[in-house]
Nanobody, 121 residues
Framework: QVQLVESGGGLVQPGGSLRLSCVASGSIFKIYSMGWYRQAPGKQLELVATPTSGGSTNYADSVKGRFTISGVYANTVYLQMNDLKPEDTADYYC????????????????WGKGTLVTVSS
């Protein structure tokens, strides 16, 4: 079993910054990717930042230029969020594709329980 634990959420004023972290632990042979999603109140889950198969990063249009993901292929992934806006208020979830055994060349997706980011004055 694999556990993903997010941290770093909280209340911040518009224009402020936060850095989210997600640590993967447990039965890990190889981490293929780690990324971030979010779900705002009353809305569907949406992609924030994830790696692409080509080695680059896919960002939601609404966060381009403001959010930066790092550590995508390590056991810890970060999301640096700058110039936060009220519409960034959401539960932020870490997602990872992990192989627990050798020979698993695609991995299994896992989700964290989320960390709440509230942007308000």
């Amino acid at each position: 079993q694999v556990q993903l634990v997010e941290s770093g959420g909280g209340l911040v004023q518009p224009g402020g910054s936060l850095r989210l972290s997600c640590v993967a632990s447990g039965s890990i042979f190889k981490i293929y990717s780690m990324g971030w999603y979010r779900q705002a109140p009353g809305k569907q889950l949406e992609l924030v930042a994830t790696p692409t198969s080509g080695g680059s990063t896919n960002y939601a249009d609404s966060v381009k230029g403001r959010f930066t993901i790092s550590g995508v292929y390590a056991n810890t992934v970060y999301l640096q969020m700058n110039d936060l806006k009220p519409e960034d208020t959401a539960d932020y979830y870490c997602n990872a594709r992990v192989a627990s055994v050798a020979g698993d060349y695609s991995g299994v997706p896992y989700w964290g329980k989320g960390t709440l980011v509230t942007v308000s004055s």
